[in-house]
């Protein structure tokens, strides 16, 4: 049996209310005596708290009892039907005996008076009601205090799980066309695979280290891009034209890790990159805090499979951080993607 202490709410709460309790049933019991008669100040009083402190730790042991039976905020109503059974098993056994108790041994010159034992039953009726009643509310409360923590907690716990389900999809993808690429460099220039290979060993570098944050500087995912571009210019040469004008304003706002070279990378995905069509893409920034990845339309004609993972990723991301505006769409025969700038840096730390 869990013998745990009182809160100290209802135990003040008892210590405040009770002068005023026994002052009244002394009232009841002896009138205007309790006035003039020391005796009772001096040994009824004393007396009659002391009864008083055992009948109300009844009254917490049964409520714990309850309260343990019948937790939470879905058994708020059996719980208080139960409760209400405090009166027949607790209450009004502890005032009978209370009562009996001074007229059985006429203590201090009481004798039984039925309209006093009415009296006294009456306010322990009211003053159980009213302290039950405020008991069981801060109960509630803090019950509904305690489900929304836990509530926030599996909403954090299952961002954060989402967040690394969104990165694995990143990284093998990404690793997976970069070794497509290496694999057709090696038969076509060694030197330039060597060179490649010494740019992706870079690039991965930071694949790692960006794993550990779900948020990046816009200056630091535009230090990586144009790493990864190295190895796209590897590839392509003249046949890729990139265009990158990044107010330095925005450098310290965030975004998503990664968000630019998932773009980058769908763009020459699905888009002819060849010298007689040069496939550009221009990266910017905008006075109303977003930043702009849009190319030039030129799809495949033979088209790659699509996961519908890039995009999407970075959906999710922005959804889970709770930061709307991130759009794409076609705009004057380009293809144009907007990420808006997220302002709170203090974010990028905790994440």
């Not at 049933?25 to 402190?53: C, E, K, Q």
């Not at 009948?55 to 708020?76: M, T």
Request: aromatic fraction near 14%; charged fraction near 20%.
């Amino acid at each position: 049996m869990n013998f745990k202490k009182p809160p100290a709410y209802e135990f003040y709460g008892f210590l405040i209310s009770m002068p005023f309790i026994t002052l009244w049933v002394h009232y009841i019991m002896f009138g205007n005596r309790v006035f003039t008669d020391p005796n009772l100040w001096f040994f009824s009083f004393p007396l009659l708290f002391v009864l008083a402190v055992v009948s109300w730790y009844c009254h917490f042991r049964y409520h714990n009892f309850v309260a343990s039976k019948f937790p939470g905020l879905k058994n708020s109503y059996k719980r208080i039907a139960v409760k209400l059974l405090v009166y027949p098993l607790v209450m009004v056994p502890s005032v009978i005996i209370l009562h009996s108790l001074y007229a059985w041994f006429h203590l201090f010159g009481y004798s039984y008076n039925s309209n006093a034992l009415r009296l006294w039953l009456l306010q322990g009726i009211v003053v159980n009601l009213i302290f039950e009643t405020l008991w069981e509310v801060i109960y509630i409360i803090d019950q509904y205090k305690d489900s929304l923590t836990e509530k926030e907690l599996l909403e954090l716990m299952n961002t954060e799980q989402e967040f690394e389900n969104l990165k694995s999809q990143i990284n093998p993808h990404f690793l997976f066309n970069c070794f497509n690429t290496l694999s057709g460099l090696i038969s076509e220039d060694k030197k330039m695979a060597d060179q490649f290979l010494n740019e992706l060993s870079k690039v991965y570098r930071y694949v790692l280290n960006s794993n550990q944050n779900d948020l990046t500087t816009v200056h630091s995912e535009a230090r990586f891009i144009q790493s990864y571009l190295a190895l796209l210019q590897t590839r392509y040469g003249p046949a890729l034209h990139v265009n990158i004008a990044i107010d330095e304003s925005c450098f310290n706002r965030a975004i998503p890790t990664m968000s630019l070279q998932l773009l980058v990378e769908n763009t020459v995905k699905h888009n002819i990159v060849s010298k007689k069509e040069p496939l550009y893409i221009d990266i910017y920034t905008t006075p109303e805090n977003e930043l702009i990845v849009s190319n030039n339309l030129q799809p495949r004609q033979r088209k790659e499979i699509s996961t519908g993972i890039g995009l999407k990723n970075i959906k999710s991301k922005y959804s889970l951080l709770k930061e709307p505006g991130f759009k794409w769409g076609v705009y004057d025969n380009k293809f144009l993607v907007k990420l808006p700038l997220i302002k709170d840096k203090q974010q990028i730390i905790n994440l």
